[in-house]
């Protein structure tokens, strides 16, 4: 299997566009991409593009031009950019292709995903009121863990307050204002334990990824950064959504467990090894439950962590430095790459004010699509 390497990258804002169309995003975060990469549009050889609200995503090739390119659709869940990305790389590890590029776009609405009454049936108020199967399940599972773990309602907070102060740091996120964690204590309750601003928004924008071969690589850059590690997994039969195997010990861990432990092993490296972190922080608790999923740290040992700062741009294990899901919302086909985005630039020393300090060369990013589908990767200089 052949290396490798995150050649360019490149991002559409995440937010709010009016009438511009999600393909129209995605066609500008490919000629970014391509930009960082130094390659044309003519170059590529194949493409994977994800999207939940667009049907066919290789429309992006109308405004990219139509070279008779394979360009293959994808999705699956909030792990749709994580499998996009996968596919991609293994077109170029198998010796197939030598350049592709993974993209993901989308353009969602305000409100919770369940709102839509087209699909869930659910009418509009049924959001006001917090009634929703994403915001339900979200609740019931970091309730349950705090239980577990002893992590306070405070934690939470701190979490969310983290992401808005990183996002603010941040010129292509949706939310840019700080908020302290009083601000976020005193939100209103949405679905207990989780207040409004413990939540991220679904939203707009689009993010891409030129990946090519080592050996191509060669030729572009002196300074690649690798794909050391892609996986994706999905649940066990027995599967409990949280992973608390002292309270439930007959139960399977959750699919995060698996995909960590496959990327891993796939790049030869531990937790241990890894410098900056961007995990799904679909809400406050789950920022938390996969810091212990991923291996980096013990379950209730976050609570300490956050408090200590751990977790902090500045801190031993900076996470979600973009300012996450939580300030940078999530258009379901982009966000993943999105996360790599940050890590490319983090690593290139290229993140301006949210740079993390002492030159991070490893870079680890997890997507965790409800009811069970989890991406990992792993980039490295």
Do not use: W
């Given at each position: 299997m052949r290396e490798v390497v995150v050649l360019g990258v490149g991002i559409h804002p995440f937010?709010?566009?009016?009438?511009?169309?999600?393909?129209?995003?995605?066609?500008?975060?490919?000629?970014?991409?391509?930009?960082?990469?130094?390659v044309t549009w003519?170059?590529?050889?194949?493409?994977?593009?994800?999207?939940f609200e667009v049907d066919n995503p290789d429309a992006v090739l109308g405004?990219?031009?139509?070279?008779?390119?394979?360009?293959?659709?994808?999705?699956?869940?909030?792990?749709?950019?994580a499998t996009a990305l996968e596919l991609t790389a293994?077109?170029?590890?198998?010796?197939?292709?030598?350049?592709?590029v993974a993209v993901g776009m989308d353009k969602h609405g305000h409100g919770a995903f369940t709102s839509d009454p087209v699909h869930y049936g659910a009418p509009s108020w049924y959001g006001d009121a917090g009634m929703f199967l994403t915001t339900k399940f979200f609740g019931m599972k970091i309730n349950r863990y705090m239980h577990d773990f002893g992590i306070?309602?405070?934690?939470?907070?701190?979490?969310?307050?983290?992401?808005?102060?990183?996002?603010?740091?941040?010129p292509n996120a949706?939310?840019?204002?700080?908020?302290?964690?009083?601000?976020?204590?005193?939100?209103?309750?949405?679905?207990?334990?989780?207040?409004?601003?413990?939540?991220?928004?679904?939203?707009?924008?689009?993010?891409?990824?030129?990946?090519?071969?080592?050996?191509?690589?060669?030729?572009?850059?002196?300074?690649?950064?690798?794909?050391r590690a892609t996986a994706l997994r999905t649940r066990k039969a027995g599967a409990y959504e949280v992973h608390s195997s002292s309270t439930f010990p007959e139960h399977?861990?959750?699919?995060?467990?698996?995909?960590?432990?496959?990327?891993?092993?796939?790049?030869?490296?531990?937790?241990?090894?890894?410098?900056?972190?961007?995990?799904?922080?679909?809400d406050s608790g789950a920022e938390i439950i996969h810091m212990a999923e991923n291996g980096f740290c013990n379950d209730g040992e976050q609570e300490q962590m956050l408090a200590d700062g751990d977790t902090r741009i500045t801190g031993r294990l900076p996470i979600n430095t973009d300012g996450g899901l939580i300030a940078n919302g999530e258009p379901i086909g982009a966000s993943?790459?999105?996360?790599?985005?940050?890590?490319?630039?983090?690593?290139?020393?290229?993140?301006?004010?949210?740079?993390?300090?002492?030159?991070?060369?490893?870079?680890?990013?997890?997507?965790?699509?409800?009811?069970?589908?989890?991406?990992?990767?792993?980039?490295s200089l």
């Open positions: 937010g709010r566009f009016g009438d511009k169309s999600a393909i129209e995003m995605g066609a500008e975060a490919v000629r970014m991409a391509l930009g960082d990469a130094g003519n170059d590529v050889q194949f493409a994977f593009g994800g999207s405004r990219l031009g139509r070279t008779g390119i394979p360009f293959m659709d994808v999705y699956n869940g909030c792990a749709t950019a293994d077109g170029i590890r198998s010796g197939k292709y030598d350049i592709g306070s309602h405070e934690t939470l907070a701190r979490v969310a307050s983290k992401n808005y102060e990183n996002g603010s740091l941040n949706l939310r840019r204002t700080p908020m302290s964690v009083e601000q976020i204590m005193e939100s209103r309750m949405l679905n207990y334990p989780l207040r409004q601003y413990m939540f991220c928004s679904p939203d707009e924008g689009a993010a891409a990824v030129v990946l090519c071969s080592a050996e191509k690589a060669r030729q572009l850059t002196s300074n690649p950064i690798f794909l399977e861990p959750a699919p995060t467990v698996f995909a960590s432990q496959a990327a891993y092993e796939q790049a030869g490296i531990g937790p241990e090894d890894v410098d900056i972190v961007q995990l799904q922080d679909t993943g790459l999105r996360q790599i985005h940050e890590l490319v630039q983090q690593l290139r020393g290229n993140a301006g004010e949210r740079q993390v300090p002492g030159n991070p060369k490893v870079g680890y990013s997890q997507l965790y699509g409800a009811p069970g589908t989890a991406g990992v990767s792993i980039v």
